[in-house]
Each structure stands twice: as C-alpha cells, then as structure tokens.
C-alpha cells in the first residue's frame, strides 16, 4: 500500500495531501478519520443531513461521498488548504461534489442537520468556539461523533464538550483512537469575544479570534521583525500568513502611501486581520484581505515592492517547512525587480538556505539567540 491509498472496510480511495506536491511522505488522514468512517459502517448509519468539520484534506468527504454519492454534506474549515484539498481528493477519487455545502468557520450552519462528524482539533479554544456555533442549530438529541487519538482524550476533554454542547461518551480504543459520542442537549450558548489585548509601544490595539496564531500575546518572532522593519517608500506591501495583522498593521504605520495587503490561509485570521486594521483607525482603501494558500489565487497584476513573513513550521500536527517554502517562491514571483522579502524565523530553520538558493542572495539584519531577520531582494 502506497502513503497515498486509503483502504477502510471495504472503502478504496487516493487521498493527497494539500498542496499535492509535497516533500513528504505524510498521509492526508489518519487513524481517526479511519475510525469515524468504520463507525458509519458498523451502525449501518443512513445517509442524513451530515456536518463534517475539521477534516483536514477530504479523506471523510470522501469517504462518506464513496459510501452514498447523494449523502448531504454540509463541510465546515477555516483553513483555505483544507478546502483546496478536499476539493482535489473528491476529482481525484470521480466523486462528484453536488451533494457538498462548504462552510467557512464563521458561517452559521444550518438548522436542519442529523448529524456531525468532528475531527479533535489542537487549539482547544477553537474547539470550544466550534462546539458552542453547533449549539446555537443543533437540535436536542442530535449525534455528534468527534475522533481523536486516544491518548488525547481526557476527562478535562468530556467536560469542556458537556459545557458546550452536550453529555459525552468515549468509545473503546481502535488503532490507538476513539470516537466520542455527544449527544447535544438543544441548549443554545453564547459564542465567545474575540480576545483583545494592546501593544503599547506601538500603539495598537490587536483582537484575535479563536483559531489565530498569537492567541494573547505577541509572538516572539513577530516582536523582533517588528523591531527591523526596513526603511524605504514601499507602495504594495504583502503581509503574508498575516494572523492578526501585526506586521501589516505596523507596515501601515511606517508606510502610510502603501497599500497593503493582508493574506492568511485561516478565514479567522482574514477576518482578525480585517477587523484590527478598522480597529486602529486605518483608511479602508488601503488594505486589501485574502483568505488563500499563500499567493496563489491572488490578482495576477498584483506586484509588490515588500513582503513580510512569518511562516508557519507546521501543517495541522505535522512539522513541515514546505509553507515556508511556497511562501519564498510565492513571494519572488510577485516582487517586482529590486523589491524585498524581509523574513523572520527560528535560527535552527535554516531559512537563508532557501532565500539564497531562491534569490541567489540573502543578508541577516538582525538577529538574537533564537531568532534572525532576513532579507532577499529579487
Ligand atoms: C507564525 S504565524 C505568523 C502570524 C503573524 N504574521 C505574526 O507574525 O504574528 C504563521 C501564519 O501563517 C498562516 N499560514 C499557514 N499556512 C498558510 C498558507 N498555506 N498560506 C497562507 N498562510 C498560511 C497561519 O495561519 C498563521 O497565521
């Protein structure tokens, strides 16, 4: 079996990873979405109103599409390469997608569901912020299935899906998972405030919702690169993998001619950043918000002068650099000749390997224990 063949109870499918071409031998699902999938199948469930959120690449789209082509999907994610993949894995498997509604993470869900499949996320909050949007439709008595490897369900788990939405059962364990049964108890809770916190010294006031990187505080690489922001008259500005904003928000300070554009692959991350550059008394036609996979579907005249970046190391629980990567390349092909990649990351990441073998050159312009500024020109 190759790292791409999905093979459960009977169900054959391909499934890749987003974006397809990776470095990798990681598979696009795992041990729960096998779980949830078998579970279908072992209660004989019948094809009914279905949300299914948190499925990183597809595989339970799939699935569920391979077991009835007509069962109703409604698909929940935050992340664009989510939506991507999935999108992919169905063409790549013939499965026609008519049966699918997606939903971004903010989208209120609809009030007809029967039921929902879950995969565990890692953020804990956004966890509990996506349990108390199901509160709001979801009828009494209405079966929520949510998968996770064993060993990171606890009692603290049970009682934060009681809280918010309704008794929960663990099943027994199946190739190292399980699968909790909630039964939603029709009681509708208050979504939660975004999280607010100031930067004094600069005078920003940033608001995160739950699922953006740099939850309360500041982030660390974030700090530093906000200390080196290059001098100069830039005129496009690209903020890129933009959580709440910060660099894009200090770019509007620095330079106030430049238009900047905000990118992010979380849709609450858009919607942060959005939000924090009206929150800070920002002109609205200075900034433009795009939820994508790095710079792929952004307008092919879009040229920029700066690019700031802080990439991620990780895909979902997998560590990875082949975003940091896509971002480099993404970023070269959209600077005009002599603009600049200004970088920040890790020391042990090894970034300026990239740059140079992108850019053919690359200087450090500051740099601590830990971390280092980096810059390219095209
Ligand atoms: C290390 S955080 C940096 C956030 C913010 N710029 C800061 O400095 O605090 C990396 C960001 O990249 C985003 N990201 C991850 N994969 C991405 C992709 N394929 N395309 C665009 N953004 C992505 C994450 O959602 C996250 O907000």
């Known amino acids: 079996m190759t790292a791409n063949q999905f093979s459960c109870e009977g169900i054959e499918l391909s499934l890749f990873r987003y974006p397809k071409q990776q470095e990798s031998n990681l598979q696009a699902w795992d041990a729960a979405d096998e779980h949830l999938i078998k579970h279908m199948l072992d209660t004989e469930q ?34 664009k390469t989510s939506l ?43 966890f509990a912020h996506q349990l108390q949007r199901l509160s709001q439709v979801l009828p009494a008595g209405t079966q929520v299935l949510i998968a996770a490897k064993a060993k990171t369900i606890n009692k603290s788990i049970l009682s934060l899906i009681e809280k918010n939405l309704g008794s929960a059962q663990a099943s027994l364990t199946w190739k190292k998972t399980r699968v909790i049964t909630c039964i939603a108890d029709g009681n509708k809770r208050q979504l939660p405030q975004a999280v607010n916190w100031p930067v004094d010294e600069l005078s920003l006031n940033i608001s995160n919702l739950s699922n953006v990187f740099a939850a309360n505080k500041l982030d660390i690489g974030a700090r530093i690169m ?15 993998g933009c959580g709440n904003g910060i660099l894009g928000l200090r770019a509007g300070q620095l330079y106030p001619q430049a238009s900047i554009h905000f990118v992010d692959d979380s849709e609450m ?5 959005r939000h924090n550059w009206q929150l800070n ?5 200075k900034a433009q918000f795009h939820w994508d996979d790095c710079l792929t579907h952004l307008e092919p005249e879009l040229v920029a002068d700066l690019v700031l970046c802080n990439p991620p190391f990780h895909q979902g629980e997998a560590i990875t650099d ?36 992108l850019f053919n050159n690359c200087k450090t312009v500051a740099s601590n224990g830990k971390f280092v500024i980096l810059q390219a020109i095209k």
């Not at 094809?47 to 698909?75: E, M, R, Y």
């Open 46 to 79: 019948k094809s009914v109103n279905t949300a299914i959120i948190n499925d990183s690449f597809g595989a339970l789209q799939c699935g569920l599409s391979a077991i009835d082509a007509s069962w109703p999907l409604c698909v929940e994610t935050d992340a």
């Open 84 to 126: 991507l993949g999935a999108e992919l894995n169905l063409e790549a498997n013939q499965l026609v997608s008519d049966n699918i509604q997606r939903f971004h993470s903010r989208e209120l869900l609809p009030d007809d569901l029967s039921l929902v499949l879950m995969k565990l996320p890692k953020n804990l909050s956004y």
């Open 269 to 273: 991350a858009v919607a942060s950043s």
């Open 281 to 285: 008394g920002f002109s609205a036609e």
């Open 322 to 357: 082949h975003i940091a990567w896509q971002m480099f390349v993404d970023a070269r092909k959209r600077l005009a000749p002599g603009g600049m990649l200004q970088v920040v990351g890790n020391r042990h990441l090894a970034y300026h390997v990239k740059l140079k073998r």
């Open 226 to 240: 906000l200390d080196n922001l290059p001098e100069g008259e830039f005129n496009t500005v690209i903020d890129l």
